[in-house]
Nanobody
Framework: QLQVVESGGGLVHPGESLSLSCTASGGSLDSRSVGWFRRAPGKRREGIAC???????MYPELPESRIVISRDNAKNTVYLQFMSLEYEDSATYYCAILRRPYVLALTEPEYEVWGQGTQVTVSS
């Protein structure tokens, strides 16, 4: 059964960068789109980035100057690079596997496999 695990979260100072990883087991990600979501305290979970199996990204809210999603199918891993972190970026970050193979979307019903999340805390 396909599962994903996020890693790389932790404490960072404002303005610093962080790289998160989403690694799959029990199956391959090479034919699946993958999304990154986050949930901040008191907020609904929101989608922030998605990438197709061929590496086509989408960033509906944050600019590419702040986030970059990438993947290494040989490592069965998808990454999220986060630059210039701000207090508002503090959240639990989740990766998820899209139901359809070559789609860019961040609507939660499109996703069928979710990780448990990794905590990112931005603090001075």
């Amino acid at each position: 059964q396909l599962q994903v695990v996020e890693s790389g979260g932790g404490l960072v100072h404002p303005g610093e960068s962080l790289s998160l990883s989403c690694t799959a087991s029990g199956g391959s990600l090479d034919s699946r789109s993958v999304g990154w979501f986050r949930r901040a305290p008191g907020k609904r979970r929101e989608g922030i980035a998605c990438i197709t199996s061929t590496g086509v990204p989408m960033y509906p809210e944050l600019p590419e100057s702040r986030i970059v999603i990438s993947r290494d199918n040989a490592k069965n891993t998808v990454y999220l690079q986060f630059m210039s972190l701000e207090y508002e970026d503090s959240a639990t970050y989740y990766c998820a596997i899209l139901r359809r193979p070559y789609v860019l979307a961040l609507t939660e019903p499109e996703y069928e496999v979710w990780g448990q999340g990794t905590q990112v805390t931005v603090s001075s």
